[in-house]
Nanobody, 124 residues
């Protein structure tokens, strides 16, 4: 079993940047595909970005493409989400998730482990 701990959320003005981190404990992160999801009040949890276990394949949702970048450092057992040009619409709780099979999947139900979430608030 793997435990995921997110950090890096906070309050930022529109146009600013944040870098989220997700540290894995208990198992080597290199075994897992990783995803960053977000959930705004009253909305479904949606996939923002994902990385295959090797990092060779990545996915970014259209709404964040060109602004957000997922990366991973398997040696440090950590996955990152660099968020630039933040918009008020990016306000949400951000979760990292791990999938035992190392390929990218779009749906939350296909991920096996979840972090506790970190709040990102973008003011206008």
């Amino acid at each position: 079993q793997v435990q995921l701990v997110e950090s890096g959320g906070g309050l930022v003005q529109a146009g600013g940047s944040l870098r989220l981190s997700c540290a894995a404990r208990g198992r080597a992160l290199s075994m897992y595909a990783m995803g960053w999801f977000r959930q705004a009040p009253g909305k479904e949890r949606e996939l923002v970005a994902a990385s295959s276990s090797s990092g060779d394949d990545t996915y970014h949702a259209d709404s964040v493409k060109g602004r957000f970048t997922i990366s991973r450092d398997n040696a440090k057992n950590t996955v990152f989400l660099q968020m630039n040009s933040l918009e008020p619409e990016d306000t949400a709780v951000y979760y990292c998730a791990a999938r035992i099979l190392g390929t990218i999947r779009m749906h939350r139900h296909e991920y096996d482990y979840w972090g506790q979430g970190t709040q990102v608030t973008v003011s206008s």
